[in-house]
């Protein structure tokens, strides 16, 4: 449905996004990761045709964002970051008004009108005036009027942010059932977020793509690396050689809290240790209070792929 | 074509319905309403509307951007422009919704003025020619002041610049009438020639010419032009 090839885009001589490759199927929800400033909010922009890239192209449903710009506008509802609306309409008149831009006839915003004052839950705020309203209702006046025309694609920038943990499930809610028959982009960077709606994620970071698949294999995979938490009683100078020397063991890291001593393995991916370590915990005479794999959340994963720093 | 309409009708109720508006349209009746009774002092005064012809022209150097400022540069301001941009409208569409609201908000003030002229023909009996042309003048003239001001609201988000920079756009056409004396050969000529005054003076002494029509339409197309490009800009900024 969407399609990005090479996508390069400079504000003056800093480059916000460089070199980014995408694409999105039809029915799908893309979900972007990435820090504040990593280029999430310029690649939506060039999406709905805001902002033109410096280089690179983008299609949506076959038509050209900036060469036919017109065709591939009214195939977008689209959510900025910011949530623009006009204060001093009311949020009746507001959605009309945006229903005709996007070339709705009358009958057709009259009828949508209902359903979509339903499924964002505005029904008795539709005479109110949007500046009375409280950031959680601005927030889904601007998903109504982004879903209003029935678009093919939605544009979702930071749907969920600075609004109660109340409407946040509500909105994520909101977003996965309209990803049933609508393709649906959307940034975030809460990792939980993206995870629980998104079918595919895109890490971005500093302008560029470090890492796309799904929430699952991300979590999974990453990395060929496995990790075991074990809490041992021994002495620690002689527990760390012994679990360093276990073949498939990459690194042991030894934690005292409150005189329990647990040591957290790394290990090449595959590879089941948990016999291989209690056998030699139980050689050497020492105790084994516990073992545990642990897997890497995506928290990490992002973390681990946006900084340069090794953790 | 719709689009422009709906874009139109927005911005007509935002005038009807802002104190701005208000405020402009009170301090024009009352401005050109001295203007209007400064003359009717004389021992022998002349049944003419040409005072306040003169002088509507002066208080819209003031109030046209007062009016216009508003109309893109609260867009840029409140981020709104970026759902009106990506939604399927084109730009010129855009461009004349907004000043075609303007000019329905300008029309209406100058309606209003007529009372004076129904006030002159009631009591007196004026030539009306120089009234009519008066009102024709006066109502290009005005237009031409819109376009101005809506081209410096394409160009900042502040509402205050919008209306500094239209301000001094109309002053200087407003003097430039004097290039024809102070500035020698060809260039005084043509910097004269686009003076706003000399070509609504006509008009207002109740002559009508093509050269000023022609003069009044290109300046509103221009400035249009310039609206429609500028805010196309935007995109590759």
Same mark, same amino acid.
Request: hydrophobic fraction near 45%; include cysteine; charged fraction near 20%.
């Given at each position: 449905?969407?399609?990005?090839?090479?996508? %390069?885009?400079?504000?003056?001589?800093?480059?916000?996004?460089? @070199?980014?490759?995408?694409?999105?199927?039809?029915?799908?929800?893309?979900?972007?990761?990435?820090?504040?400033?990593?280029?999430?909010?310029?690649?939506?922009?060039?999406?709905?045709?805001?902002?033109?890239?410096?280089?690179?192209?983008?299609?949506?449903?076959?038509?050209?964002?900036?060469?036919?710009?017109?065709?591939?506008?009214?195939?977008?509802?689209?959510?900025?970051?910011?949530?623009?609306?006009?204060?001093?309409?009311?949020?009746?008149?507001?959605?009309?008004?945006?229903?005709?831009?996007?070339?709705?006839?009358?009958?057709?915003?009259?009828?949508?009108?209902?359903?979509?004052?339903?499924?964002?839950?505005?029904?008795?705020?539709?005479?109110? *005036?949007?500046?009375?309203?409280?950031?959680?209702?601005?927030?889904?006046?601007?998903?109504? &009027?982004?879903?209003?025309?029935?678009? *093919?694609?939605?544009?979702?920038?930071?749907?969920?942010?600075?609004?109660?943990?109340? *409407?946040?499930?509500?909105?994520?809610?909101?977003? &996965?059932?309209?990803?049933?028959?609508?393709?649906?982009?959307?940034?975030?960077?809460?990792?939980?977020?993206?995870?629980?709606?998104?079918?595919?994620?895109?890490?971005?970071?500093?302008?560029?793509?470090?890492?796309?698949?799904?929430?699952?294999?991300?979590?999974?995979?990453?990395?060929?690396?496995?990790?075991?938490?074990?809490?041992?009683?021994?002495?620690?100078?002689?527990?760390?050689?012994?679990?360093?020397?276990?073949?498939?063991? %990459? @690194?042991?890291?030894?934690?005292?809290?409150? @005189?329990?001593?647990?040591?957290?393995?790394?290990?090449?991916?595959?590879?089941?240790?948990?016999?291989?370590?209690?056998?030699?915990?139980?050689?050497?005479?020492?105790?084994?209070?516990?073992?545990?794999?642990?897997?890497?959340?995506?928290?990490?994963?992002?973390?681990?792929?946006?900084?340069?720093?090794?953790? | 074509?719709?689009?422009?309409?709906?874009?139109? !009708?927005?911005?007509?109720?935002?005038?009807?319905?802002?104190?701005?508006?208000?405020?402009?349209?009170?301090?024009?009746?009352?401005?050109?309403?001295?203007?209007?009774?400064?003359?009717?002092?004389?021992?022998?005064?002349?049944?003419?509307?040409?005072? /306040?012809?003169?002088?509507?022209?002066?208080?819209?150097? +003031?109030?046209?951007?007062?009016?216009?400022?508003?109309?893109?540069?609260?867009?840029?301001?409140?981020?709104?422009?970026?759902?009106?941009?990506?939604?399927?409208?084109?730009? !010129?569409?855009?461009?004349?919704?907004?000043?075609?609201?303007?000019?329905? #908000?300008?029309?209406?003030?100058?309606?209003?003025?007529?009372?004076?002229?129904?006030? +002159? #023909?009631?009591?007196?009996?004026?030539?009306?020619?120089?009234?009519?042309?008066?009102?024709?003048?006066?109502?290009?003239?005005?237009?031409?002041?819109?376009?101005?001001?809506?081209?410096?609201?394409?160009?900042?988000?502040?509402?205050?610049?919008?209306?500094?920079?239209?301000?001094?756009?109309?002053?200087?056409?407003? #003097?430039?009438?004097?290039?024809?004396?102070?500035?020698?050969? +060809?260039?005084?000529?043509?910097?004269?020639?686009?003076?706003?005054?000399?070509?609504?003076?006509? /008009?207002?002494?109740?002559?009508?010419?093509?050269?000023?029509?022609?003069?009044?339409?290109?300046?509103?197309?221009?400035? +249009?032009?310039?609206?429609?490009?500028?805010?196309?800009?935007?995109? !590759?900024?």
């Amino acid at each position: 449905m969407i399609q990005a090839e090479g996508l %390069t885009h400079y504000y003056g001589p800093y480059p916000a996004i460089q @070199d980014v490759n995408f694409g999105v199927r039809k029915g799908e929800i893309l979900g972007f990761l990435g820090p504040n400033g990593a280029g999430k909010t310029t690649t939506m922009r060039i999406i709905t045709g805001f902002v033109p890239p410096t280089r690179g192209t983008v299609t949506l449903d076959g038509f050209d964002v900036v060469e036919q710009s017109l065709e591939s506008r009214r195939r977008v509802g689209y959510l900025p970051e910011t949530v623009p609306l006009y204060t001093d309409m009311s949020v009746n008149s507001y959605l009309k008004y945006m229903g005709t831009l996007r070339g709705m006839s009358p009958k057709a915003i009259k009828s949508r009108l209902g359903d979509v004052t339903d499924v964002c839950r505005l029904g008795d705020y539709q005479k109110t *005036q949007i500046g009375k309203l409280s950031k959680g209702f601005r927030q889904r006046v601007g998903i109504a &009027q982004a879903i209003l025309h029935e678009p *093919q694609v939605l544009v979702l920038d930071e749907p969920t942010i600075g609004i109660d943990p109340i *409407q946040v499930v509500e909105t994520r809610r909101l977003i &996965q059932e309209l990803g049933k028959d609508q393709t649906v982009v959307l940034s975030s960077h809460i990792l939980p977020e993206v995870s629980m709606i998104c079918d595919r994620v895109l890490i971005i970071n500093e302008g560029r793509i470090v890492a796309e698949d799904t929430p699952k294999n991300l979590a999974e995979g990453l990395q060929g690396v496995e990790r075991l938490e074990v809490e041992i009683g021994g002495p620690v100078a002689e527990v760390i050689p012994v679990l360093k020397a276990i073949r498939g063991v %990459t @690194d042991v890291v030894h934690a005292n809290r409150d @005189d329990r001593h647990t040591y957290t393995i790394q290990a090449e991916s595959g590879q089941d240790l948990r016999d291989a370590i209690s056998q030699a915990v139980i050689s050497n005479g020492w105790s084994l209070r516990g073992l545990q794999m642990v897997g890497m959340s995506l928290e990490e994963i992002f973390l681990r792929l946006t900084t340069h720093e090794e953790l | 074509m719709r689009t422009a309409q709906a874009v139109a !009708w927005k911005e007509i109720q935002i005038y009807f319905s802002s104190p701005t508006a208000y405020i402009v349209g009170l301090i024009f009746l009352a401005l050109t309403g001295f203007f209007f009774t400064q003359d009717l002092g004389d021992p022998f005064p002349e049944a003419t509307l040409t005072p /306040f012809f003169d002088g509507a022209i002066i208080v819209f150097v +003031l109030l046209a951007p007062a009016l216009t400022m508003r109309l893109l540069a609260e867009e840029s301001k409140l981020g709104t422009i970026e759902l009106l941009l990506t939604s399927p409208v084109r730009d !010129w569409e855009i461009i004349i919704g907004k000043y075609v609201a303007s000019l329905v #908000f300008f029309l209406v003030l100058v309606a209003l003025s007529f009372f004076y002229a129904i006030l +002159l #023909f009631v009591y007196a009996s004026p030539d009306p020619g120089p009234v009519y042309a008066g009102y024709f003048g006066l109502i290009l003239y005005g237009s031409a002041a819109l376009a101005i001001g809506l081209l410096t609201s394409t160009m900042t988000n502040n509402q205050i610049v919008s209306a500094v920079v239209a301000m001094g756009i109309l002053l200087a056409l407003f #003097f430039a009438d004097r290039a024809f004396g102070s500035v020698s050969g +060809l260039a005084g000529e043509i910097i004269g020639e686009m003076g706003l005054r000399s070509h609504y003076d006509d /008009f207002a002494r109740g002559v009508i010419d093509t050269t000023n029509i022609v003069y009044f339409l290109s300046v509103i197309a221009f400035f +249009l032009f310039l609206s429609i490009r500028t805010l196309e800009s935007r995109r !590759w900024r």
